[in-house]
C-alpha cells in the first residue's frame, strides 16, 4: 500500500523560503511519477512541479525560478524548495504519484502553506 505523507508547511513572510517534504513508501520506486499540486481557497487543484522516472523536471510558469521539485529515492522522499514567495502561492500543498499527469493514482493528505504580506 502507499503512502504519501507531506510536511514542511507553515506562515511565511513574502519572499521567505519554505522547504516541503513528502515521505512516501509502498510501491513507488525511481521510475514513479511524481508531482506537487496546490489548492488555494475556492480554486481548482494545480499542478505546481513534477519530476519523472528519468529525472525530468518541469514547472508551471509562475513558480520556474523559485521552486526546486527533488527526489531522494534513498531517503524516499519528495521535496519542494520555495524560495521567493508570493502571497498568491498560498494554499494546501499535496504530494502526488502515479504513472503519469493524467494518471495520478495516490495523493498525501496535504500541508498548508501561507503566505502573508
Known amino acids: 500500500q502507499v503512502q504519501l505523507v507531506e510536511s514542511g508547511g507553515d506562515s511565511v513572510q513574502v519572499g521567505g523560503s519554505l522547504r516541503l517534504s513528502c515521505a512516501f513508501s509502498?510501491?513507488?520506486?525511481?521510475?514513479?511519477?511524481m508531482a506537487w499540486f496546490r489548492q488555494a481557497p475556492g480554486k481548482e487543484r494545480e499542478g505546481v512541479a513534477t519530476?519523472?522516472?528519468?529525472?525530468?523536471?518541469i514547472y508551471i510558469p509562475s513558480v520556474k525560478g523559485r521552486f526546486t521539485i527533488a527526489k531522494d529515492n534513498a531517503k524516499n522522499t519528495l521535496y519542494l524548495q520555495m524560495n521567493s514567495l508570493k502571497p498568491e502561492d498560498t494554499g494546501m500543498y499535496y504530494c502526488?504519484?502515479?504513472?503519469?499527469?493524467?494518471?495520478?493514482?495516490?495523493w498525501g493528505q496535504g500541508t498548508q502553506v501561507t503566505v502573508s504580506s
Open positions: 502526488a504519484a502515479g504513472l503519469s499527469s493524467a494518471e495520478i493514482d495516490y
Open positions: 509502498g510501491a513507488i520506486d525511481s521510475e514513479t511519477y
Open positions: 519530476i519523472t522516472g528519468n529525472g525530468r523536471t
